[in-house]
């Protein structure tokens, strides 16, 4: 026969709970009260590893790699809460800014205030604006080759290739998009 007392209380207190709350049906996490949340910092400091040079977050991230933590209220940012911690409370229409480019880092002295202008500015300024008009080549995030396909398969067509399906797999492209590299269309940069 099963213990009616096999779990203990998530908060940490060792105390016995119930399997299944006589109320509700459902597994139990805690004894009644022992849910309070601990301060959000707390729980924020104990998810960063620091180091020499970045503090990455090991916490929960979104699709992007940005680090994310539950407030009670939904998710906040994990470099903007970073930045509130030690700066003090900002105006919430602007970007939290990453020096270092990486998205997981939130070390204070790696970030800074700006505008969604400043913010797309410093992207571009650096290298890393993937979309957008006068993006070329690989850079542009939706690219699906390389610039040296691009130029392997213009070679394959300019030295009378045959066989163009057989080409695309090789090259790792769709037939419809190979015959369009090998006609010259897309990657202007690269006449």
Request: charge should be positive.
């Amino acid at each position: 026969m099963q213990n009616e007392f096999s779990r203990l209380c998530a908060c940490g207190c060792g105390t016995p709970i119930p399997l299944v709350s006589k109320h509700h049906g459902q597994p139990q996490r805690f004894v009644h009260g022992h849910n309070v949340r601990r301060p959000l910092e707390e729980r924020f400091w104990e998810k960063v590893r620091k180091s020499d040079g970045c503090w990455l977050w090991t916490g929960a991230t979104d699709s992007k790699g940005y680090g994310q933590i539950g407030t009670g209220r939904g998710h906040i940012a994990a470099h903007r809460l970073a930045y509130e911690l030690v700066h003090g409370p900002f105006d919430p229409a602007l970007h939290v800014c990453h020096r270092c480019d990486v998205p997981a880092c939130v070390r204070p002295e790696h970030l800074f205030l700006g505008t969604h202008t400043d913010n797309m500015r410093d992207m571009t300024t650096k290298g890393r604006r993937g979309t957008g008009y006068g993006i070329k080549g690989e850079r542009n995030c939706n690219a699906r080759v390389t610039a040296d396909t691009v130029l392997a398969i213009r070679k394959w067509k300019a030295d009378g290739g045959t066989g163009t399906r057989a080409a695309a797999a090789r090259f790792g492209v769709s037939l419809t998009h190979f015959k369009r590299l090998a006609k010259g269309d897309g990657w202007p940069h690269l006449a």
